[in-house]
């Protein structure tokens, strides 16, 4: 094959424990040099295209896999879920983990892991410990390490997903520079920012057909694909969920922060690490609202989620009422908690399974069945959490955190990997929960997800 070549013949996979194959005698070329958006909607097959040329698929992810997927030269591979792909305790380390598997010398490793980190726009330093990075951080942390690698090919798997505007577009920039004349792919749902920097579009429908695959232009001037973003699109109006699914079973509660920080402190063997993530948070959430927390990766939304959940004690300050003082079963039953990393919280091997423990955990009752097709997921009931995309497994989170109606609903960036449909479905249930009754605080970078109250945060404080 040429140095940067990607090649699929007849390409088929099919996950453990599913009926279906998710890409079934898909043949596709990229040329050399050619930068290439791949979009579709959730579940098409997008990352599994991915996967399959970094050769997971059959080896560290079990299947059935037909056909060939082929790269020519080195690959660079970032992962949808970047915790996935953190390797190493401190930055440094990670960054440079693969330039030291590829043999270089000591002084050309740390070069380019000096060079990697500020070009995303990291700029805490080598020994930053890579556990006190938030989500979008850790995003940024993996790109640096692709990035070190120089690779032939970049695959790119939703780059930008949970960072806020301008850091997207700081980190794009970053992405386009490093990329030269290399072989770019990329997938994304949010598609307008990368549509004037790439030679052609490639659209997946379910079961990864190719349904659409030319130029930019012919892309926009032909039919509207389902299941994409197109620049011009209305936002979607969320998903009326019957109400009997989100009701709160019993009242929620007005939880306020008066004057909180949190400092997180992380241990290790060669030493201990102090950073602040709150400072002087004074606000609350209640019933009957959306109050999002939105800000810039690492202002602290998600730890003011958590503080406000009874998930992390505070380090001053106070929360009213203190939730994190009942005991792990009393505080599921009243707070449903949906994490960044989706896959943290499976504890079943059945997606009708998830849906149901936490209920039968806390005695509550719930129609499995309804609560996956409101989010689109009840062909995979007998599926394995584990085989689902990463948008499908961010929407299975959320059900199996909230299918036992609690009064506290906590989201970070529900909204994250979806496409209109399922953005709908998720937003649908945001707005369902709050018109029933229950408390909804939301970290998010999604400016199309309405709120009713909106905390701006810096640097962990409001602003």
Known sequence: MRRGEVRFRDFTWRPIGRRHPVVA????????????????PSGAGKSTLL???????GTTIAGDLGGSAEIGGRLGLMLQNPADAIVAERMGR????????????????????????????????????????????????????????????????????????????????????????????VVEHRIEPWLPHVDRVVVLAPGGVVVSDGTVASFLDGPRPAGVWMPDMATPEPLAVPVELVRPEEAALVVTASDVSVELVMRALRGTQRTQALTGLTASIGPGEVTGFTGPSGAGKSTALAVLGGLLKPSGGSVTPELRRRRSVALAAIVGWVPQDPEHGFLTSTVADEIGHTAARVGRAVDVMAVLEVFGLERFAASNPFRLSGGEQRRLALAASLAHRPGIVLLDEP??????????????????????GATVGVSTHDADLPLDVEHRMRAGVLT
């Open 25 to 40: 005698g898909l043949d596709l070329m990229v040329e050399p040099g050619e930068r290439v958006l791949l979009v579709g």
């Open 415 to 436: 909204t994250v990997g979806q496409d209109p449909g399922t953005w709908a479905a998720v937003a649908g249930w945001i707005s369902s929960s709050r018109d029933a």
């Open 51 to 57: 996967h399959g040329l970094a050769g997971a698929l």
């Open 94 to 185: 990670d960054v440079a983990f693969g330039p030291e598997n590829a043999g270089l010398p000591r002084d050309d490793i740390w070069t380019r892991v000096d060079e990697s980190l500020a070009a995303v726009g990291l700029a805490y330093g080598r020994d930053h410990f890579t556990a006190a990075l938030s989500g979008g951080e850790q995003q940024r942390l993996v790109l640096a390490g692709v990035l070190a690698m120089r690779p032939d090919v970049l695959l790119l798997d939703e780059p930008t997903s949970m960072l806020d505007a301008g850091t997207a577009a700081d980190v794009r920039a970053a992405i386009l520079a490093a990329v030269g004349d290399r072989t770019l792919v």
